[in-house]
């Protein structure tokens, strides 16, 4: 990723993480359906509306979306203490600045809860470094309870983790993939799958995902890492914005993962200035669930 900017939410000017035959960069616009599709779309919903959990301006006093930094292999490592899942994560050190953004930050200084992801880019060294509920301490270090150190060039993409790990996700998968960027999509075309959530998911995962997070064993439930894709029968609407035609697009083409429980049919980004939120939630939001389609799941793994 040597052509990435420097910064909170820089552009990667073109540069993809991992390989193009990556899970997360493959074109799945032709692969088969889930027998089962039906009723796991249907246990997301089939009304509701696509929801962009990411945007411009404040919400609740912070930022909306995930926010994330690029910084250079100069970065100095600060020292991290796992204070939940330290078996499952990957060690430190990481190149955390003391000042890196963290999703749900207020502007004012006030304290906040939540899940604190922390989001790191080393650009020259092509690792991803992502914390869960990150606190900075004095004297640069940082508690979290997981992290997770992800390898941008290859497809070996967690060299240190395990199948049945989480990261600082519940899936176990990368967050930085699958955030939708304006960067990206202000240019009309997003080339890689995206980041979802669901509100009831099963106790089970597909690859590339590796960790579940659920106690239900229904068979109409999500598992962690099931892959969604709008339908090649829906058409995006000319009018349009270019960034709301290139969210949908990428929908079609590379699909969209279950990522997290959460709220159903949110979409995973970065917050940024220049998205127009009321754009983003009417187009958004005027496709339903009933307009997807699961690609048939290979490799279940139940827990």
Not at 7 to 17: D, E, H, I, W
Not at 57 to 85: H, N
């Amino acid at each position: 990723m040597t052509t990435a900017a420097l910064g909170v939410g820089a552009p990667l000017n073109g540069s993809l993480p991992f390989p193009a035959d990556n899970a997360w960069n493959r074109d799945i616009s032709q692969a088969p359906v889930d027998p089962n599709s039906a009723n796991l779309i249907s246990t997301i919903g089939l009304t509701r509306g696509l929801h962009p959990d990411f945007g411009s301006g404040l919400y609740e006093g912070a930022p909306i979306g995930i926010p994330y930094v690029v910084v250079s292999g100069a970065q100095a490592k600060a020292t991290i203490r796992f204070l939940a899942y330290g078996d499952e994560s990957d060690p430190g050190p990481y190149p955390v600045p003391g000042n890196a953004p963290i999703e749900g930050q207020r502007p004012d200084g006030a304290s906040f809860d939540g899940d604190r992801h922390v989001l790191v880019i080393d650009r020259d060294n092509n690792r991803l470094y992502e914390l869960y509920r990150a606190f900075p301490q004095t004297g640069g270090a940082w508690d979290a309870d997981s992290g997770a150190v992800f390898r941008l060039d290859s497809n070996t993409v967690r060299p240190g983790g395990q199948a049945g790990w989480t990261s600082a996700d519940a899936a176990g998968l990368p967050i930085f993939p699958g955030l939708v960027r304006y960067d990206e999509a202000a240019t009309g075309a997003i080339r890689h799958a995206l980041r979802f959530t669901v509100r009831q998911s099963r106790r089970a995962y597909l690859p590339p995902a590796t960790h579940a997070a659920s106690s239900s064993t229904d068979p109409n439930r999500p598992p962690m890492g099931m892959r969604v894709r709008l339908k090649a029968s829906y058409a995006i609407p000319a009018q349009f914005s270019t960034e709301s035609r290139a969210i949908l697009q990428a929908m079609k083409t590379y699909g969209m993962l279950v990522a997290d429980n959460g709220s159903d049919w949110y979409i995973s980004g970065a917050p940024d200035p220049r998205w127009n939120n009321d754009k983003l939630l009417s187009e958004l939001g005027s496709v339903k669930g009933s307009q997807f389609e699961v690609v048939k799941m290979e490799g279940l793994v139940t827990q």
